[in-house]
């Protein structure tokens, strides 16, 4: 599978974006997705998770509350809302996905993977 995140871009602390990240090659369906990002010098991190039907979620405790992540298995896409925005949250943000039907905060445990899209937050 393919994955193209997109949606980054500059804004200002407060601000809010939304990324999407759309999967060709195969449905997304039986895949767990995920959102990591990576700031300049630091190793990338794990930001939200999302099972099969988007009944079943998990955040870093960095974004718990303002981010959210969600699915449109019709649409093949995946999407990270984000609120709020901080000066902290400046990164590539990096869309990916797993087999198998267990939510994943572990990078490594992540078989397919999009070109990051970068978000610059402004204070």
């Known amino acids: 599978v393919q994955l193209q995140a997109s949606g980054g871009g500059l804004v200002q602390a407060g601000d809010s974006l939304r990324l999407s990240c759309a999967a060709s090659g195969r449905t997304i369906c039986t895949l767990v997705m995920g959102w990591f990002r990576q700031a300049p010098g630091k190793e990338r991190d794990f930001i939200a998770t999302?099972?099969?039907?988007?009944?079943?979620?998990y955040y870093a405790e960095s974004v718990k509350g303002r981010f959210t992540i969600s699915r449109d298995n019709a649409k093949n896409t995946v999407y990270l809302q984000m609120n709020t925005l901080k000066p902290e949250d400046t990164a590539n943000y990096y869309c990916a996905a797993r087999g198998g039907v267990r939510i994943s905060l572990r990078s490594d445990e992540y078989d397919y993977w999009g070109q990051g899209t970068l978000v610059t937050v402004s204070s």
């Open positions: 999302i099972n099969w039907t988007g009944g079943t979620t």
